[in-house]
């Protein structure tokens, strides 16, 4: 079973969009969005093949005011037989399809526009997932789910001026993380830091520090995260903006990642050992973050048109800065410059374009 993406609400869809097709030279997929007399998605039909095989996922949505569910069937079943064959005209109708042959549900409420819960139940697998949400003043306040085991998680967001400045983490109402937000001037985010527990010692164990451009726009990220009791800086990205090009960089300490954020070198043994990992016990010592070196990781170089669509995508090497992958996008727009078509082309070795793939659009008159 193949599925596309997943739209968890109508008003994430252009409302205009009516048809995507997307084809390279091994495989066809093709997305068709339907509405009903109000302009919401009435449903969404997904199908692919790849050399021989076909597959489908048909997606209903069922209105109640402004309260939905999305029903879920796959391309075997009798719902979705039905639906092929009547056509989407059969959506605003009623008793077509059968529930228990489902493969998923999920039932959204709203209150004054505001989403106030989201049920999902994932009937293949026989589990379900509920989420509710509070709000003050039009800002979500809190997010409560519970597990299957009856665990249940819970975030407070704290804000000031409207803006968001904590989020706090319980489970079953115990401390179990916190994210706090620092800003700058205007409200320009500077650091998002991440706070864990040990025993009773609430800690600080990984950070981000964010640094812009005169425009206000991010072009360097840091990450540090606590090893052997301090904050260490294990990785970098960056974003260079010239006119339209964009050049993104990644470089990271090889092997720290899934190692930080632990209180104390004694915590992570634990941890380790824990998870029949006795071996790394030696190698993650005190001195690792001090020996360990940066590795410049991906490098890659993006061009824009006018309408902010991406046109070419170079992949560099990040230690030879030499070029090993281009890729040319033509984008073509139709008269009210929405996006019509896009016809990817890939370098071969010649130096001669190539035709890799092709996605169409199709919107509403």
Same mark, same amino acid.
């Given at each position: 079973?193949?599925?596309?993406?997943?739209?968890?609400?109508?008003?994430?869809?252009?409302?205009?969009?009516?048809? @995507?097709?997307?084809?390279?030279?091994?495989?066809?997929? +093709?997305?068709?969005?339907?509405?009903?007399?109000?302009? $919401?998605?009435?449903?969404?039909?997904?199908?692919?093949?790849?050399?021989? /095989?076909?597959?489908? *996922?048909?997606?209903?949505?069922?209105?109640?005011?402004?309260?939905?569910?999305? !029903?879920?069937?796959?391309?075997?079943?009798?719902?979705?037989?039905?639906?092929?064959? %009547?056509?989407?005209?059969?959506?605003?109708?009623?008793? &077509?399809?059968?529930?228990?042959?489902?493969?998923?549900?999920?039932?959204? %409420? =709203? @209150?004054?526009? *505001?989403? !106030?819960?989201?049920?999902?139940?994932?009937?293949?697998?026989?589990? %379900?997932?509920?989420?509710?949400?509070?709000?003050?003043?039009?800002?979500?306040?809190?997010? +409560?789910?519970?597990?299957?085991?009856?665990?249940?998680?819970?975030?407070?967001?704290?804000?000031?001026?409207?803006? *968001?400045?904590?989020?706090?983490?319980?489970?079953?109402?115990?401390?179990?993380?916190?994210?706090?937000?620092?800003?700058?001037?205007?409200?320009?985010?500077?650091?998002?830091?991440?706070?864990? $527990?040990?025993?009773?010692?609430?800690?600080?164990?990984?950070?981000?520090?964010? =640094?812009?451009?005169?425009?206000? @726009?991010?072009?360097?990220?840091?990450?540090?995260?606590?090893?052997?009791?301090?904050?260490?800086?294990?990785?970098?990205?960056?974003?260079?903006?010239?006119?339209? !090009?964009?050049?993104?960089?990644?470089?990271?300490?090889?092997?720290?990642?899934?190692?930080?954020?632990?209180?104390?070198?004694? /915590?992570?043994?634990?941890?380790?050992?824990?998870?029949?990992? #006795? &071996?790394?016990?030696?190698?993650?010592?005190?001195?690792?973050?001090?020996?360990?070196? =940066?590795?410049?990781?991906?490098?890659?170089?993006?061009?824009?048109? #006018? $309408?902010?669509?991406?046109?070419?995508?170079?992949? !560099?090497?990040?230690?030879?800065?030499?070029? =090993?992958?281009?890729?040319?996008?033509?984008?073509?727009?139709?008269?009210?410059?929405?996006?019509?078509?896009?016809?990817?082309? %890939?370098?071969?070795?010649?130096?001669?374009?190539?035709?890799?793939?092709?996605?169409?659009?199709?919107?509403?008159?």
């Amino acid at each position: 079973m193949i599925e596309f993406t997943y739209f968890h609400s109508y008003k994430s869809i252009p409302m205009h969009l009516s048809k @995507e097709v997307y084809r390279d030279e091994h495989s066809t997929h +093709t997305k068709q969005i339907f509405y009903n007399d109000k302009k $919401k998605v009435s449903g969404i039909l997904e199908t692919g093949k790849h050399s021989s /095989a076909e597959h489908g *996922l048909l997606s209903v949505y069922e209105y109640t005011g402004e309260n939905y569910r999305i !029903v879920k069937y796959g391309h075997e079943t009798k719902s979705y037989a039905i639906f092929k064959a %009547k056509g989407h005209t059969i959506l605003g109708a009623g008793n &077509w399809h059968a529930i228990d042959e489902a493969l998923s549900t999920r039932e959204y %409420k =709203f @209150e004054k526009e *505001l989403l !106030v819960s989201d049920h999902y139940h994932d009937i293949r697998y026989g589990t %379900k997932q509920s989420v509710n949400y509070t709000y003050e003043n039009g800002l979500k306040v809190s997010e +409560t789910s519970v597990n299957e085991d009856g665990t249940a998680l819970k975030t407070n967001y704290t804000y000031h001026n409207g803006i *968001l400045q904590s989020k706090l983490l319980l489970n079953n109402n115990q401390f179990s993380g916190q994210f706090i937000y620092v800003y700058g001037n205007n409200n320009v985010l500077l650091e998002e830091q991440q706070f864990g $527990k040990h025993k009773d010692t609430q800690f600080m164990a990984a950070q981000k520090k964010f =640094f812009y451009n005169a425009k206000k @726009e991010v072009e360097k990220t840091e990450y540090y995260g606590r090893y052997n009791g301090k904050m260490v800086l294990y990785r970098t990205e960056e974003a260079i903006r010239q006119g339209n !090009v964009l050049t993104k960089k990644e470089s990271s300490v090889s092997s720290i990642e899934q190692v930080i954020g632990y209180y104390d070198l004694s /915590a992570l043994h634990d941890t380790l050992k824990e998870r029949g990992m #006795d &071996w790394a016990v030696s190698m993650y010592d005190a001195g690792y973050a001090d020996r360990a070196v =940066f590795d410049a990781h991906s490098c890659s170089i993006e061009k824009y048109d #006018d $309408k902010g669509n991406v046109s070419e995508l170079k992949q !560099v090497d990040p230690q030879t800065r030499e070029t =090993f992958s281009t890729t040319f996008f033509r984008n073509e727009y139709n008269e009210k410059s929405q996006l019509e078509f896009t016809i990817c082309y %890939k370098v071969v070795d010649d130096r001669k374009m190539e035709e890799s793939s092709i996605r169409k659009f199709y919107y509403l008159d």
